[in-house]
């Protein structure tokens, strides 16, 4: 990503796949005074162009090649810098809203940072209208806007469902045919997903805010190399 400095000022933020024109001098307030038929002209005392104040005047023109093979002292040269992002504030958009980047130019350089990111609602939140009373849908229920915590249970618990699925037919059979019994180890595996499940929703409901959840998610590596998060793991499958 590449930015245009006219002045110590950002003007533009070529892309870099086309030539571009440098700016030299631009048309003044004393061009346009200037710009008009003389007296005695049929047309005297109206503009001669069409131009106005602050449109290019002059200017050099410049082949798409700068931006690849041109140093960036080169380019800086005539008011092309690569723009550098600070990340130092960008957090993990899955758990934070971030700011959009403010593009600055100092110390000879371009650079683009991001104001301090909010943390997503991590508990669910009731919509209201704008006198704080209620908002509900067509079948007059509460419309809710669902927090993180809600989110990742319903995340973990769609996950158990899927590990259930393939022994499902098992409980079908057990249902429909008197002498067949589920295999104890078919139903030991369904027993421990489903514990696994609930014990996951009950440490996701004990964050007591987004860095908590963020830990309770996030996968660390021991000194021995096992790769392990707080929430743990479901079961391994039996099918």
Known sequence: MFAQVESGSITSFPKGNKGLEIVTSRYSAEDITADVYPVGHEQAGQRIHIWSEGDVKEGLKYPKSIYTLWTEA??????????????????????????????????????????????????????VDGNGDPILDSDGNQIVNYGLKTKYKNQFNAQAAGLLAPTDWYVVKATEVSDYSVPSVITTYRAAVRTKVNAMETAIDGCANVEALITLLTYTTDSDGVTTRPLGEFPDEVV
């Open 74 to 127: 080169e380019r800086n040269a005539i008011g092309i810098y690569t723009v550098e992002i600070d990340e130092t504030n960008r957090k993990d958009e899955k758990f934070y809203i971030n700011t959009d980047i403010t593009y600055a130019f100092g110390s000879g350089k371009v650079t683009g940072s991001y104001g301090t990111a909010t943390a997503k609602a991590i508990a669910d939140v009731n919509e």
